[in-house]
């Protein structure tokens, strides 16, 4: 009886802790794939000036912590002048630093495509941009499908990181149930399968959905 | 850095130049010579095998030919333009990408695992250069796909992708997909070795067709010494990097001068 009570009162804030989780997930999840393309095709070049910053880029965000990214974005960038709200900082943070993992797996899925697609292509004159685009990407497309379901559950994950900059998400909201109610197993409890339902009920099946869907493309069977 | 000037021709003129001019053609792979000072001519409407050991350069020299690699000294000719080398301030200098691709446009290659695009159908496969890079319009390229499709047997199959397709069927759309670009000069590249021996006729039709009825300039390396010798206008023994024998197929499988010649053969007709 009284978890129902609890429920009652303190449920419609984690619905709404969940939905701002959510929704960063899906802005994060955007910027990383974003970033991750662009970063992933420069760490394939040959031209140093080209593959140098990305390289940098990779190494720093994948080196590092993810919650001095978030800090160094929310309280020291404003020390140069670049001042971003805190939710905003939030899912830079976590796109930024996941696009990092996701540049590798561009790469890899890239690299893993046969020398004979690339050569076949090369011997059908295509330009680099077309061979790319065309040929070689959408197979490692479908290569790269299933680690990118495993970073996106990073990602959710991730982003509940950003409540030590206040912003209200999942955890932020778990956190001041507990500040009042003390109820630490009830709300961090709830706070537990809220992340599974979200990952598993969301993510999950939303990338079993687009590797069928990519696999028929090829004339694969699933 | 200035660039390095050749002084080859920079054009082959006259009456009866060839289609494929290799001149002096070395490939290296750090210390170890692949092609050593290669020249070979290639008459058009020729069909020339290219026979010999492995690593002996045989493949090699069909994929410089299609610019897969580059030559490390030597220039290459493709109906008297340079192929490995372009014109810049009177004088040749090594070809750039946006040359090598021009330059592809008249050639064709098939290749041992025959390199079909997974992810699309045989028609697919066959328009998709002539639209993206010929610049084709749709309707064209289908028509002209589906011809071919038909010329090799596989219009039945235009719309299976090459996961649903016998190695035989895939190498089959692979030559289709090739001469829908309209190559001058086709290559094959132990097109039949993948295969397995019952569907090894399949392709060899689709060959023997090109040869008897469409007169297409073919460079083909093979290990079927009888269709080499049934269907090729010359043979070239590849030893080393180097042509160690070259003539008319009867004389090279009737008669062979060179001792690593007749020790090749032996050795192959008696695996058979």
């Known amino acids: 009886m009284e978890f129902l009570v609890f429920l009652k009162d303190h449920g419609p804030e984690l619905i709404r802790g969940s939905l701002t989780t959510i929704e960063l997930t899906m802005l994060s999840a955007a910027l990383a794939i974003i970033i991750a393309v662009i970063a992933g095709l420069m760490r394939l070049s040959t031209n140093r000036l080209v593959y140098g910053p990305a390289t940098v880029y990779v190494e720093i965000f994948r080196g590092t912590s993810l919650l001095v990214q978030i800090y160094w974005i929310f309280f020291v960038l404003p020390l140069f002048g670049l001042t971003l709200e805190k939710f905003t900082a939030g899912f830079i943070a976590v796109g930024m630093n996941l696009g990092a993992y996701g540049a590798e797996l561009v790469r890899g899925g890239i690299q893993s495509v046969p020398k004979g697609q690339w050569e076949a292509a090369t011997a059908l004159s295509m330009s680099p941009a077309i061979r790319m685009r065309r040929i070689i990407f959408p197979q490692a497309l479908l290569n790269m499908l299933p680690p990118w379901g495993n970073l996106l559950i990073e990602l959710l994950k991730g982003t509940a990181l950003v409540a030590l900059i206040s912003v209200s998400d999942l955890m932020f909201m778990a956190k001041k149930i507990n500040s009042t109610t003390y109820l630490s197993a009830q709300v961090f409890g709830i706070a537990l399968v809220l992340y599974y339902l979200m990952s598993r009920g969301l993510i999950t099946p939303f990338m079993r959905w687009l590797e069928r869907l990519m696999a028929r493309k090829v004339g694969k069977r699933l | ?272």
């Open chain 2, 1 to 272: 850095m200035k660039p390095t000037v050749f002084h080859y021709p920079a054009k082959l003129e006259g009456e009866d130049i060839p289609l494929v001019r290799f001149h002096e053609v070395t490939k290296r792979y750090g210390d170890l010579v692949v092609l050593d000072s290669l020249d070979l001519d290639v008459a058009e409407g020729e069909m020339v095998a290219i026979i010999g050991p492995s690593g002996s350069g045989k493949t090699t020299v069909l994929r410089m030919l299609m610019a897969l690699e580059k030559i490390n000294d030597g220039i290459i000719y493709v109906d008297g333009e340079p192929l490995t080398h372009m014109s810049r301030n009177g004088g040749l200098v090594w070809a750039d990408e946006k040359h090598l691709r021009r330059q592809r446009l008249n050639i064709g290659m098939c290749f041992q695992h025959f390199n079909l695009f997974p992810h699309m159908t045989a028609l697919e496969n066959c328009i998709e250069a002539p639209v993206q890079v010929l610049g084709m319009s749709k309707a064209d390229a289908i028509k002209r796909a589906e011809e071919l499709l038909d010329m090799v047997g596989m219009l039945e199959k235009a719309h299976e992708h090459p996961s649903r397709l016998s190695g035989g069927q895939q190498q089959r759309v692979a030559i289709a997909r090739s001469l829908a670009m309209r190559p001058k000069v086709m290559l094959f590249d132990e097109v039949t070795s993948a295969l397995d021996p019952e569907v090894i006729g399949e392709v060899t039709t689709v060959i023997r067709k090109l040869v008897h009825k469409h007169n297409l300039t073919m460079l083909m390396v093979t290990h079927q010494m009888g269709f080499a010798k049934e269907i090729s206008d010359r043979v070239c023994f590849f030893y080393d990097g180097k042509i160690e024998e070259q003539g008319p197929p009867d004389q090279i499988f009737g008669n062979p001068k060179s001792e690593r010649t007749q020790q090749f053969l032996s050795a192959v007709l008696e695996a058979n």
